[in-house]
């Protein structure tokens, strides 16, 4: 069978699935099955903004309450069609989770979740009081859903479109995670430093992963109204907010399939509580809440990862170890032709009188340096002499303290890293920086991030074929070429640690560069390992590209470089050829304190 | 609103300002020294209410059983750790609760209001050592992000084990004092002044414990940098327990001060709690100062807006918060990378 026609039995078999189950449930599971339905169209959301961006928001219940009070305004009082409900409900729930994203962007992820407390305590209180709103008295008799003469009065008809819904954005969020932009969202849990070298916009990535978060929500309050046909405050606290949280974590923060089974789990074992509970205890209460949270802060504990890994054992695709080891091909292929246009000889970067200070210790202290086309340039010294903290200043990390740096002959002291990246200048870093459970294909094509164009909406209706298998060819060109054409899909962090160095390498080219920096990329490499670094160096030099780089490997450095910066305590004590440099009498005392 | 109204509802914007600034410490305290934003917290504000009014009623609180349960339970696992660990082990989880518990026991029936409060702070006092101990050092190194997820199930037992305990029913804990002076038109209430200088010397006392005590340096250090701190040797478990601990002093303190001058109900804990968040947020999460004065502003406005607007009172407050993070964004950096 092809791949095409085993999807399209797929997608016929959940078509089928979801008209044929409501038909048949009985009417008490309808109802159940509903609230499951619409519970997974939130904890989706969130899987995608906990699990998959490492941000967390207390607030998605006010975002559900926001879009069924819109429509509910809407198609009961103003007697609007549904498809209007829908459009502004989400319209408000949309605009309003961006400017409260554009709040608290630029903040570190508890900041989110902390505002998040507030705003679901706010927009509670707000349902609460507003007259309009009819406090909690709520209101009844919300207009079914209708399209043109067709109503969906049936709870049956309404379970259908609800799990229409979580069949089609579970489709679009899998078709996210599997593009450029998914790659990109990833970057944003805790590995904001790697987006920033390859050009990606991380505040307004995180702000738009939000959004969706909110809008997922949004559609879950638009079905809710119509499909519950009243609607008062309660479904809207800041309780409900964190329930949605809990199913995710008890589902499993990893995977969209967490969203379903933390839905159900809660769902019906809450449903369940609330019959079994007081006939136990005898009483009413809280009960029920204390004996999920018990169980969320143990699965926390013992299994972060939630229920759904325990459930089915997923086996990790691992590598053996020594397939690893000898996994790297011997050869490196040849040059697929100059990246980009270069006019040999022109300076590509510059820097002038750079200071970079920490309180009081002078990191750099009046460095000036040039690398230009076809030339490899060697940036030496001792441990502290200052190394990394000028590459962070060359790539946007850091802004000197003073001093001018040039670009490709224009000013570019104060550019955020994402514009010196999409200038053409890429980058390695001393402390290997990958995402450890992606594979190795993947964290490479994360170099390519700006050689696509395809935005979020357009990848989650997979209308970014085209352009991903280029990025992805793209990245396997790179991988082939340093070597690694055999190891593409192993999860990057089972690599040793000298391959890892060489897979940020491969990120680095994907970018297309100009000038590219690497931060001790011999580190733990074998000898001909390090040859093959070697040879990939003066092809890259031969193709036009400007090389920065900082080793420890005196060997590897005197054969390679062009050009020798040796730098000791922030300032630069020499600079010249390799053979020049070796027999300067400062740097030899830099090196070994003093010839005797 | 004429100037008495304006000064009486000053008054009690600055005892509730002084309740959220201490809340407001506790929270700063912990999150320093352990990253965990401390939510329940205000569940153990509730309780130090809730266990003095039980006391003051001539009954046993059900917290008194939780505290008993908890050192059972820290007192086995501290007999696996060696001979140093369990010695302390009895002294701390043995010797202590059966002298609380013991003490509860012949004094409860007396109805002494100063030995309902001290009885109350000490049964909730230790309970911060135990949530740390149990909850959140097994995962001590985990993501923020996680450790607040557990605060808020925290939260949610904490309350659960709330009603099991007092019920739905709101209780007061007894007064320090009775006296109140007129000032003027305005009757300024004993209790209120007494919450200020408790206030007070609670911050001055915290002041000397960081600056002059071993321990407290030792706070300072696992703050400033928790990594070098272990490496010289201070153990994370032991001050993740102080912190843990002055926290829950705090919270059971600010229990027995305001729970005179507010009754409280079992779940009122976390809204109390969260303003002291409001307050803390506005210090950045660093800042005691900035921290004071937001504790201050937040008890001044949410006593006026009952006033102007008390339907919308909840709304105000938690919506200052707005502002005041764009100020923060507009004022940080570049996003830090999420540790």
Known sequence: MTPNAKRGLVVAAIVAGIVLFPAWLPEFYVTLFGYVGLATLVALGLVLLTGVSGQTSFGQASFVGLAAYATTLLTKLADAPSIVGLAVGLGVTGTTAWLLGLVTARLSGHFLALASVSWGISFYALFGTLPLLHGFNGIGDIPPLHVGPFSAESRRVNLGVIWAAVAILMAMSAALLDSRMGRAIRTLNGARLIADSVGIDTARLSRAVFVIAALYAGIAGFLFAHFQRFISPTPFSLSASIDYLFMVIIGGVGSLWGAPIGAALVVVLRDQFNDWIPRITGRAGDFEALVFSAVVI?????????????????????????????????????????????????????????????????????????????????????????????????????????????????????LPSRRIAALGVARTFQHVKLLPNRSVLENIALGAHLSGRTGLLRSMLRLDRAEEAKLLAEARAQAVRVGFGRLLDVPAGDLPLGQQRVVEVARALCLRPRLLLLDEPAAGLRLAEKQRLATLLRQLRADGMGVLLVEHDMDFVMQLADRVVVMDFGQKIAEGAPEIVQSDPVVQEAYLGGVA | ??????????????????????????????????????????????????????????????????????????????????????????????????????????????????????????????????????????????????????????????????????????????????????????????????VLVCCAALVIGLRWFFSATIHGKVLRAAASDRLGARLMGIDAGASGA??????????????????????????????????????????????????????????????????????????????????????????????EDRA
């Open chain 1, 298 to 414: 143990l699965l926390l504990q013992r299994a972060p990862e939630g229920l759904l890994p325990l459930l089915a054992r997923l086996p990790r695709r691992r590598a053996p170890r020594n397939e690893v080891m000898a996994g790297a091909d011997d050869e490196v292929s040849p040059s697929p032709g100059p990246a980009r246009s270069a006019v040999p000889g022109a300076e590509l970067l510059a820097l002038e009188s750079i200071s970079r200070n920490f309180g009081g210790l002078a990191a750099n202290r009046d460095v000036s340096l040039a690398v230009h086309t076809n030339e490899i340039v060697a940036l030496i010294g001792p441990n502290g002499a200052g190394k990394t903290t000028l590459f962070n200043i060359v790539t946007g990390v850091l802004p000197p303290s003073s001093g001018q740096m040039r670009l490709f002959g224009a000013p570019a002291d104060r």
């Open chain 2, 242 to 335: 102080l912190a843990f601990g002055l926290a829950s002093f705090i919270a059971a303190l600010a229990g027995v001060l305001i729970g005179a001058v507010t009754p409280l109900s079992y779940d009122a804990g976390f809204d109390i709690g969260l303003k002291g968040f409001v307050a803390a947020i506005m210090g950045g999460l660093i800042s005691y100062p900035m921290a004071a004065a937001g504790a201050l502003l937040v008890g001044v406005l949410e006593s006026l807006g009952s006033f102007w607007a008390s339907a919308y009172r909840e709304v105000i407050v938690f919506t200052l918060l707005i502002p005041i993070l764009v100020w923060l964004s507009l004022r940080s950096g570049s996003p």
């Open chain 2, 1 to 194: 609103m004429d100037l008495f109204v304006f000064l009486a509802l000053l008054q009690d914007g600055i005892t509730t300002g002084a309740i959220y600034l201490l809340l407001a410490i506790g929270l700063l305290i912990v999150f320093s020294v352990t990253r965990v934003i401390f939510v329940p917290q205000g569940d153990l504000l509730a309780f130090g209410t809730l266990t003095a009014g039980t006391l003051q009623a001539g009954h046993l609180p059900g917290t008194l059983w939780l505290l008993d349960a908890l050192a059972a339970m820290a007192l086995v696992a501290s007999l696996f750790g060696g001979r140093t660990a369990a010695l302390r082990g009895v002294l701390i989880w043995g010797v202590y609760p059966l002298a609380v518990t013991a003490a509860a026991l012949f004094l409860a029936p007396r109805q002494m209001p100063a030995i309902s409060i001290l009885l109350a702070l000490a049964i909730v006092t230790p309970m911060g050592p135990l949530i740390w101990r149990f909850a959140f050092r097994p995962i001590a190194d985990a993501p923020v992000l996680a450790l607040l997820i557990l605060a808020m199930a925290l939260h949610f037992v904490l309350i659960g084990l709330g009603l099991v305990f007092f019920g739905p029913e709101e209780a007061t804990a007894p007064a320090l004092t009775d006296a109140s002076f007129d000032l003027g038109v305005l009757n300024v209430s004993g209790q209120s002044l007494a």
